[in-house]
């Protein structure tokens, strides 16, 4: 079994940062990219910012130049910092993994799957 747990969540005024933190755990036997999206009430899930296991980002325009993500892979951990945060950030965070479980490799089954995490409100607001 592969567990995605998310914390950081929380609520601060505009201006203000926050840090998620998405730690995976479990069988895994390979880590690819990981990442997070946000999803508002009546919207589509977006992706926010994403990282390959070689440390390529890309983000949404609508955050670049205020969040940063970055992994430790010795953790299987990813990470977002954001920064200058503003009230339409707003949302529901989830991150995601795409990896491959020893489970998948058993069964022989070569490519890797998307896991979730249980996601985390942020709320910027004053």
């Known amino acids: 079994q592969v567990q995605l747990v998310e914390s950081g969540g929380g609520l601060v005024q ?9 730690a995976a755990s479990g069988s895994i036997f390979s880590m690819n990219a990981m990442g997070w999206y946000r999803q508002t009430p009546g919207k589509q899930r977006e992706l926010v910012a994403r990282i390959t296991d070689g440390g390529s980002t890309n983000y949404v325009d609508s955050v670049k130049g205020r969040f940063t993500i970055s992994r430790d892979n010795a953790k ?3 990470y977002l910092q954001m920064n200058s945060l503003k009230p339409e950030d707003t949302a529901v965070y989830y991150c995601y993994a795409a990896l491959l479980s020893h489970s998948a490799v058993e069964s022989g089954t070569y490519s ?3 896991y979730w995490g ?8 004053s």
């Not at 249980?118 to 607001?125: A, D, H, K, L, N």
């Open 76 to 78: 299987n951990t990813v």
């Open 14 to 22: 505009p201006g203000g940062s926050l840090r998620l933190s998405c």
């Open 112 to 114: 890797p799957s998307n």
């Open 118 to 125: 249980q996601g985390t409100q942020v709320t910027v607001s």
